[in-house]
């Protein structure tokens, strides 16, 4: 049977990081990257394809809801009738951020697809830096931990030994059979994540909806922005702004966009642009009213007009 290896974790923790890692260690595999896109900018699939990767994507919901796993399944079975001619070697499924991946086994068995896959290794990558204290009002963190059986502390060059010592103890609290990982870049030997431990819990009700604790918000993006300040601008976004990225266009140039809640990227795009460039943020559903104001105020720091504090 083909292995599947599900890479979960907040968002902003570094999920795409490891998929790269996974690609570029392959050593040969045939390997296909399904990708859960909370969103659909579709910044993790364009990312992947640049590298080289063979990408199927699955945005706007989560793979383990009512709502898009009968997507999620039909791609799985055609993906299965396929490898007859076409032989494949694993399967990395990127769950969406804002998911618990838990019911996946289940889903597996009710579309009788465990006939032709394994679920291998559940990985769970966790950004240190924020973990305990995002994890004091949004149980998606800790539910992400105990489906794992790699638990990666992703991000260690950006935190102090306290940190990463509170970070891990964090999650070993919710799952002390876990194996964790610290690492930088999600720098971790290919064959770890093909040997499963089996710590991973499975079962669990399949949601029919996705976790309204979270809205995704559509940014606009104004003509006169410096992509460059844009990165700068970000740190006036308050508690409750969980994600921003996507794609902005200026002057004819494009733009990835990437904030993780707490360090920034804007660079440009390397080889072909996405076809529909877009903008979007994951904010918590009591912060959502002011998001609008919030976000104008980060247009204005990062515009040509700007010109200071």
Request: proline share 6%; net charge neutral; charged share 25%.
């Amino acid at each position: 049977m083909t292995p599947i290896i599900v890479v979960a974790g907040f968002v902003g923790s570094g999920k795409t990081t490891l998929l790269r890692r996974l690609h570029e260690n392959a050593g040969g595999r045939r390997i296909v990257f399904l990708v859960n896109e909370w969103s659909g900018a579709e910044v993790d699939a364009h990312t992947l394809r640049a590298d080289g990767a063979q990408v199927i994507e699955l945005p706007g919901g989560s793979l383990v809801c009512r709502c898009l796993a009968p997507a999620f399944l039909d791609q799985l079975l055609r993906m299965a009738e396929e490898s007859a001619r076409m032989p494949l070697d694993g399967v990395v499924i990127e769950a969406s951020g804002l998911a618990d991946p838990k019911p996946l086994p289940a889903l597996l068995h009710e579309a009788r697809l465990d006939r032709f896959y394994t679920l291998q290794t559940v990985v769970t990558v966790v950004d240190p830096r924020r973990v305990v204290r995002l994890a004091q009002t949004l149980p998606v963190l800790a539910a992400q931990v105990k489906t794992a059986d790699h638990v990666v502390l992703n991000k260690c060059d950006l935190c102090d030994a306290a940190t990463l010592d509170q970070a891990e103890q964090w999650v070993r609290s919710h799952h002390s059979k876990a194996q964790v990982h610290r690492c930088v870049y999600a720098a971790l030997p290919f064959d770890v994540w093909w040997k499963g431990t089996k710590a991973h819990a499975e079962g669990g009700a399949i949601p029919v909806r996705r976790d309204e604790s979270f809205e995704i918000v559509p940014l606009s993006v104004a003509e006169d922005i410096v992509p460059e300040r844009l990165a700068e601008a970000f740190q006036w976004l308050p508690d409750g702004w969980l994600r921003v990225k996507g794609f902005v266009v200026r002057e004819g140039r494009t733009w990835r966009v990437d904030w993780d809640g707490m360090t920034a990227m804007v660079q440009p795009v390397r080889g072909s642009p996405p076809p529909a460039p877009q903008l979007v943020a994951v904010v918590q559903r009591s912060v959502v009213n002011q998001a609008s104001e919030r976000w104008t105020e980060v247009l204005r720091r990062a515009s040509t007009l700007e010109t200071g504090g």
